[in-house]
């Protein structure tokens, strides 16, 4: 069975950081790009970041350039998602989500595998 497993969320101040993991089980996430989405109470999910099956591109939405990075360790079938200088605004449901081919997309219905999410919320 295909599974993704987010884990690492929860309250935080704002300033503060989270590492946010995708352990992938059933498959291998070697041969697919990895986004991680968020998505707040009453908004769309919208993609923050993403990284290429090889790791060696990396996407991110403006509004966390500088403070966010991707990586992934493929002997460990895990991607992560370190979260710095964390704002309110950042608050939401944090999924990632696995597409089968090496590129990266900022659009949902290009993902196949999806986890259940992990919240995160950045208050004082």
């Known amino acids: 069975q295909f599974k993704l497993v987010e884990s690492g969320g929860g309250l935080v101040q704002p300033g503060g950081s989270l590492r946010l993991s995708c352990a992938a089980s059933?498959?291998?996430?070697?041969?697919?790009?990895i986004g991680w989405f968020r998505q707040a109470p009453g908004k769309e999910r919208e993609g923050v970041s993403c990284i290429r099956n090889s790791g060696g591109r990396t996407y991110y939405v403006d509004s966390v350039k500088g403070r966010f990075s991707i990586s992934r360790d493929n002997a460990k079938n895990t991607v992560y998602l370190q979260m710095n200088s964390l704002k309110p605004e950042d608050t939401g449901v944090y999924y990632c989500a696995a597409k089968p081919d090496a590129y990266c997309s900022e659009y949902v219905l290009s993902y196949e595998f999806w986890g259940q999410g992990t919240q995160v919320t950045v208050s004082s």
């Open positions: 059933g498959f291998t996430l070697d041969y697919y790009a």
